[in-house]
């Protein structure tokens, strides 16, 4: 079975700060990656996905992340971020050669942008 | 188009009693799923349906957790009896097919058990 890790559990930042949240993962095969958000009071987004092709993957509102196949990594990246980023994100995978096809969400890590 | 629809928004029940969450998923996505999400941790999947038969249950409690969707659309999962453990937000999500692709979220069920 796969499993998902998260180790920064809570992230304060500056506006226009940098950011980068790790996500690894464990699992032997060939996997799909997602970054969700959620921001307060709202239910979970897709800020971005990945499946195959360009290990880098642009999402909505500016976020990316690099799939790095020999690390099992695939972390989430923004250059500037704004306070409307406050939120929780969590990183998720799926097997692909599996027939067991839902996703699996890591801990989840809280982002604190202060103005 | 509508988003996933969950009822109640919040419950709020003592332990050993009984409790239900209704999922009313996007027209036409015959995948449904329920995770629970106990507070500073991730979603985990409780139980996948493909239409009205089971995919996945393996991490579902089957003696206090019970799901059901007829027909193929509305689902209901219910606990019974409810311990303080169970206390989370439970999730739906439905999704065309199987896999990560076009998941969409409702806005959760927070069970409290006191």
């Known amino acids: 079975a796969q499993s998902v890790s998260q180790h920064n559990h809570h992230v304060i930042l500056s506006e226009a700060a940098s950011l980068e949240l790790g996500c690894n993962y464990s699992y032997g095969g060939t996997v799909n990656l997602f970054w969700y958000v959620q921001y307060p009071g709202q239910h979970l987004q897709l800020l971005l996905k990945?499946?195959?092709?360009?290990?880098l993957v642009k999402g909505i509102k500016g976020f990316e992340a690099e799939f790095i196949k020999s690390k099992f990594s695939f972390n989430l990246r923004k250059p500037s971020v704004q306070w409307s980023d406050t939120a929780e994100y969590f990183c998720?995978?799926?097997?692909?050669?599996?027939?067991?096809?839902?996703?699996?969400f890591g801990s989840g890590t809280r982002l604190q942008v202060q103005p | 188009e509508a988003g996933v629809a969950q009822s109640p928004r919040y419950k709020i029940i003592e332990k050993r009693q009984s409790v239900a969450f209704w999922c009313n998923p996007i027209s036409g996505h015959a995948t449904l799923y329920w995770y629970q999400q106990i507070l500073g941790q991730g979603p985990k999947l409780l139980i996948q349906?493909?239409?009205?038969?089971?995919?996945?249950d393996s991490q579902l409690p089957k003696d206090r957790f019970s799901a059901e969707r007829l027909k193929g659309v509305d689902s209901t999962l219910k606990i019974q009896p409810a311990k303080l453990e169970d206390s989370a937000v439970y999730l739906c999500a439905s999704s065309l097919e199987p896999g990560g692709y076009g998941y969409t979220f409702g806005s959760g069920t927070r069970l409290t058990v006191v």
């Open positions: 990945y499946f195959s092709g360009d290990p």
């Open positions: 998720a995978v799926n097997a692909r050669d599996t027939g067991r096809r839902a996703l699996t």
């Open positions: 349906f493909q239409n009205n038969g089971v995919v996945d």
